[in-house]
C-alpha cells in the first residue's frame, strides 16, 4: 500500500531550467509535506515542507505547491544547477491525526540528472 | 555541533549471524526513527523511540528485529540471524520533541550486506 507516489523515477534537465518534480497521495490525513535530497552514500537532507493550509511555500529557487483536492503536490526549482542532481524524496505526515508524531511516509524517490 | 551519528557505516554479515547498528541523535534530541531503504526502493518506517520507550513499531518485521533507545547511549537496531533480504540501508533520523513541523534530521546511513 504505497501511500505516497512518485512515478518518475528519473528527470534529466539542462542547467539553467526548470526541473518540476511530482508526487502524489491517497491519504487525505495527511496535513504536511516535506520534500528531501539526498545523494548517494549520504543521509536525506531537508529541502522544504508546506503545510496542508497553503497551497504554496517558496524559498529560494525551490517552491513547493500542493494541490489538496488533486493529492498532488510538485517541487519546482528555477534555475536548476548541476549541484541539484540527487534523488528527490516526497514524504508525508499525518500529524494531526496521526497521534502528534513525527513519523513520515517516504515515495520512492525521483532522480534528478541536471545536465551542463 | 554533530548531527546524527550512525555506525557501523558498513557491516557485512554472514546468513544467520546478527548486526549491531548504532544511532547518536543530534544532541538535545531525545526522538529517534528508524527508516530501511532496499535496493530501489524508497525509505520505509520500521520504529519511532523515545528515550527508553518504543512509542510506535508498526513498521518492524514481526521476528528478528528488535530496537531500543536507552536512557544513556546510543539507539541499537539488533536484526537477529539475518538473511540476504535484510540486506539494505539503515537510516536513523532524530528531531527534538513532537512539535508540528518538527524537521527529522536524518544520519548518514548503515548498510548491511548479508553473504
Not at chain 2, 19 to 29: D, M, N
Amino acid at each position: 500500500d504505497q501511500q505516497v507516489k512518485q512515478n518518475s523515477p528519473s528527470l534529466s534537465v539542462q542547467e539553467g531550467r526548470i526541473s518540476i518534480l511530482n508526487c502524489d497521495y491517497t491519504n487525505s490525513m495527511f496535513d504536511y509535506f516535506l520534500w528531501y535530497k539526498k545523494y548517494p552514500a549520504e543521509g536525506p537532507t531537508f529541502l522544504i515542507s508546506i503545510s496542508s493550509i497553503k497551497d504554496k511555500n517558496e524559498d529560494g529557487r525551490f517552491t513547493v505547491f500542493l494541490n489538496k483536492s488533486a493529492k498532488h503536490l510538485s517541487l519546482h526549482i528555477v534555475p536548476s544547477q548541476p549541484g541539484d542532481s540527487a534523488v528527490y524524496f516526497c514524504a508525508a505526515s499525518d500529524y494531526l491525526y496521526g497521534g502528534a508524531t513525527n513519523k513520515l511516509i517516504f515515495g520512492t524517490g525521483t532522480l534528478l540528472a541536471v545536465q551542463p | 555541533n554533530a548531527g546524527v551519528m550512525q555506525n557501523p557505516r558498513h557491516l557485512v554479515r554472514r546468513r544467520g549471524q546478527e548486526a549491531r547498528l548504532r544511532c547518536s541523535p543530534v544532541k538535545g534530541h531525545s526522538h529517534v526513527y528508524w527508516y530501511r531503504q532496499l535496493p530501489e526502493e524508497g525509505l520505509k518506517f520500521m520504529v519511532y523511540l523515545q528515550k527508553e520507550n518504543i512509542i510506535d513499531e508498526s513498521g518492524m518485521p514481526k521476528e528478528r528485529f528488535s530496537a531500543e533507545f536507552p536512557k544513556e547511549g546510543p539507539s541499537i537496531l539488533r536484526i537477529q540471524q539475518v538473511v540476504r533480504g535484510d540486506s539494505a540501508a539503515y537510516f536513523c533520523a532524530s528531531s527534538p520533541g513532537t512539535d508540528y513541523a518538527n524537521v527529522l534530521t536524518f544520519g548518514a546511513g548503515s548498510r548491511l550486506t548479508v553473504l
